[in-house]
């Protein structure tokens, strides 16, 4: 069964915590994404992978970190620099970064 | 700056047809895509447009695009109370590697 999974589905955390959300394909897809969406807004991109060992900052990448050291996963870390974390975390991947990209199914990320 | 504009809501009755609308600014983009976002759920793909396309059809669904004024649409036939979700179009920004989305038009189909 093909597809991008993300977890948990949903993440609470804590004020000073870190927390990571989880991304991983089995497309043998090269490139991944995290996004980020807000209520009544597009998606706006945190972080992208071209390619294993290598990432770029997106548009909103202050309080995020990211690694890629597999191919498959692509985990996103929410550190306590991010004053505003609350959303909705999209995984996206695509076979190279010229092509179109899949989403997982997200992950919704409440602070207590 | 690269931006993408789509009205908020649009609400139908079952069986009329749906024209969702959407203007975008770079010129340079190769490829234009639509999702679709149900409750609670990820985007799923629904159609995507060449650049140098100006229309494209895919059994219910089709995608007109007008490069001159920078202006694509989508259109639902025959609209079901299934087709009810967010609907997003998106740009590939001209390097690759990078969506611009626009905010989503809330389709609401009422029976």
């Known amino acids: 069964d093909g597809g991008i999974t993300q977890s948990p589905k949903y993440l609470f955390r804590k004020e000073g915590q870190n927390v990571t959300l989880s991304c991983e394909q089995n497309l043998n897809h090269d490139a991944m994404y995290w996004y980020r969406q807000d209520p009544g807004q597009g998606l706006r991109l945190i972080y992208y992978?071209?390619?294993?060992?290598?990432?770029q900052k997106g548009d909103i990448a202050e309080g995020y970190s990211v690694s890629r050291e597999k191919k498959e996963s692509f985990p996103l870390t929410v550190t306590s620099a991010q004053k505003n974390p609350t959303a909705f975390y999209l995984c996206?991947?695509?076979?190279?970064?010229?092509?179109?990209?899949?989403f997982g199914p997200g992950t919704r990320l409440l602070v207590l | 700056g690269e931006d993408v504009e789509q009205s908020l809501f649009l609400s139908v009755r079952e069986g009329d047809s749906s024209v969702i609308n959407c203007t975008y600014t770079?010129?340079?983009?190769?490829?234009l895509y639509w999702y679709k976002q149900e409750p609670g759920a990820g985007l799923q793909l629904l159609t995507y447009i060449f650049s140098n396309m100006d229309m494209k059809q895919d059994q219910r669904l089709t995608v007109l695009l007008n490069k001159k004024d920078k202006h694509l649409s989508l259109r639902i036939a025959d609209t079901q109370t299934g087709d009810s979700a967010i609907y997003f179009c998106a740009e590939s920004y001209n390097q690759g590697g990078k969506l611009i989305f626009g905010q989503g038009t809330e389709l609401s189909v009422k029976p």
């Open positions: 770079d010129s340079s983009s190769t490829y």
């Open positions: 996206a991947s695509s076979l190279t970064k010229w092509e179109t990209q899949y």
């Open positions: 992978s071209q390619i294993v060992n290598d990432f």
